[in-house]
């Protein structure tokens, strides 16, 4: 896979008073996740070229991929692909990274989603919507012990856009 070819759409940058190494379990570990994550669990090998699942609550698997790049605690690149029919093969693999770098008393974590070709506002609102809710529930967890529940459902507009490129959501 050429990166050249990625482009980011959507970069958020927190920063979390924690440590390099906690918020890198955090991102890669399925019991931690399900706290956060609305009951979804992250399951990784955790190596180069590794696997990587996304399991909704209720065991399916959500989310398929594969550890495109790995150096813990600093940096986690996935490829992201949602597991709805003839999603990847219109939209294309994404790529999600996670950039974690200490800053001072905190932990600056960056996440970018990258994709290899241009998409609608439409499509993007899915993650620009997603993607907050889950950092802010990873942040207050590291921070308090306790993440909020987050009530996550797909955008209308995303569903609108999904629909008419002709792609069945469950």
Sequence with gaps: MNL???KPLTVYTIYIVSTPE???EALTSAEFSRKYFS???VEMERRLGGSFTVRAPDGSE????EVFEYDPPNK???T???NWPDLVAKLGTTLVTYEIE???EAV???MSERHDRALSEGILSGGRTGWPAILSGLKSLLETGKAPQIKMTPPAQMLAALKAMGIKTP
């Design 102 to 104: 200490q800053a001072g």
């Design 108 to 110: 600056r974590l960056t």
């Design 4 to 6: 050249d070819q990625f």
């Design 39 to 41: 009951g979804f669990a």
């Design 22 to 24: 906690k918020v890198w």
């Design 76 to 78: 986690l690149t996935v």
């Design 62 to 65: 959500h989310i398929s991929g």
């Design 80 to 82: 992201w692909n949602v």
